[in-house]
């Protein structure tokens, strides 16, 4: 399985149809077909019933969903969190605040969120 696969599956999903997902994806219907053939494999079964006009969500498809679209956010979340660290605009910070510190909390958060 890769990403591709789970993009076209997505895409299918949100057009209903394999030749508009195929067209906004630029891509011949009979490869998104095979993608779509490969991911139901890898999964043990079809995702979809065809036949119809429009394809339908198999129990399998309907419940695989949501996992591909949780896998598609993270690898979006992970290309931008690669830019951001190669732009210098990612990383951790961590403060600790005690009960005796001279500057209020307040203060402080306002300088970092002034560097952001």
């Not at 997902?21 to 979809?48: H, K, M, N, W, Y």
């Not at 510190?101 to 203060?107: D, M, Q």
């Amino acid at each position: 399985m890769d990403i591709n696969h789970l993009v076209a599956f997505e895409r299918i999903v949100r057009e209903g149809s394999f030749s508009a997902a195929a067209r906004l994806l630029d891509i011949q219907q009979p490869t998104i077909s095979a993608r779509i053939q490969l991911l139901e494999q890898e999964v043990g079964g079809p995702l979809f019933t065809r036949g119809g006009r429009r394809p339908t969500l198999t129990e399998r498809g309907t419940s695989f969903l949501p996992y591909a679209r949780r896998i598609l956010e993270l690898h979006r979340e992970g290309i931008e969190a690669a830019h951001l660290a190669q732009e210098g605009k990612s990383g951790r910070i961590s403060i600790r605040a005690f009960s005796f510190t001279r500057f209020p909390l307040k203060v402080c958060q306002g300088s970092f969120a002034a560097l952001a």
